[in-house]
């Protein structure tokens, strides 16, 4: 997992370490030794970076020194992390997908899904947009978890929903893309 964001270089080492690195000129800011490798690439929001690891744990790490702020463990491994201000999106390999408080890990709210949750979720102004290997697409109130709409997507994605105008796009491994409307969740075609 190798993550460039805002000048910095985020890595995923042997033997379960994580360095962050001057882009600029490839400096080693800071290495640490987490335990695990990264199950997703680390996911950098103001003065903090989250790392998904692979037995399961999030940790928040203070991005100037690697000092590790907390710690959360979830029953499955997480996908990849969405941080916003106010809080952070993660699925899990327990087949639930999560909104938890950057400030200190805890649950905000949580919503069991019929899978995995496949790559990083993404949000608009009111809603958070996921997938799962249960082959749903869901798009639920971002600030309770509270299902506003969901819908079927007739092959197995490969990752996460993408953005295009008023679309929440999807694409599968039968190369195809399938688009639906982000306030309804109607279909609105595939190709």
Known sequence: AL??????????????RVAALRAADGAVIWSIQTG?????????????????????????VALQTGDIIWTRALPGAPSAILPLDDRLFVGSADNFFYCLSPSDGKNRWRVRTGGDITGAPIVDESRVYFMSLDNLLRGL???????RWQRPVPARAVGGPLWTGPFVVIATLTSQLHAFHRVTGAP????
């Open 188 to 191: 609105a075609g595939s190709s």
């Open 36 to 60: 695990a490798p990264l199950q997703a690439p680390a996911a950098p929001a103001g003065d903090r970076v989250y790392l998904p690891l692979a037995d399961g744990r999030v940790l928040a």
């Open 3 to 16: 993550l460039f964001d805002a000048g910095w270089l985020f890595a995923g080492l042997d033997g379960g």
């Open 141 to 147: 109130d971002r600030r309770n978890g509270w299902l």
